[in-house]
């Protein structure tokens, strides 16, 4: 995980802070071809060089309870089975990076898992 820079610290420590922050979710497995990559927003976005498609899904984090097993719960709304199918057709392990970043700097990677 990278570390987060001052102004993204601050936006997240802001109790009414005006920053929007996006998650990009890119999936990748060799037999893919390119990897699939979304962003949780209402329009396509480029970060860092990389165009994320918008596309509706959900990131759910665990809790803060560091005595169990954590994961990170992922709700794909795909309704018209874009993404679905690919990842069903997949032959091999799928890697999957989540990351967050702010609306107003998106060239630049805040969190990375």
Same mark, same amino acid.
């Given at each position: 995980?990278? !570390?987060?820079?001052? #102004?993204?610290? !601050? ?11 996006? &998650? ?5 497995? &060799? ?12 329009e ?12 509706h899904?959900? &990131? ?24 679905? #199918? !690919? ?9 999957? !990076? ?7 700097? #998106? ?7």
């Amino acid at each position: 995980m990278r !570390k987060l820079s001052a #102004p993204a610290i !601050k936006s997240v420590l802001e109790h009414n802070s005006d920053d929007v922050w996006l &998650t990009l979710l890119e999936i990748s497995e &060799t037999s893919l071809g390119a990897p699939i990559r979304v962003v949780n927003n209402n329009e396509d976005i480029i970060s860092n060089g990389l165009l994320f498609q918008a596309f509706h899904f959900e &990131t759910i984090l665990p809790d803060s309870d560091i005595s169990r097993l954590q994961s990170v719960k992922i709700n794909i709304f795909d309704i018209v089975q874009q993404i679905m #199918p !690919k990842i069903r057709q997949a032959q091999g392990d799928i890697d999957v !990076k989540l990351s967050a970043i702010r609306a107003s700097a #998106p060239m630049k990677l805040k969190l990375a898992q």
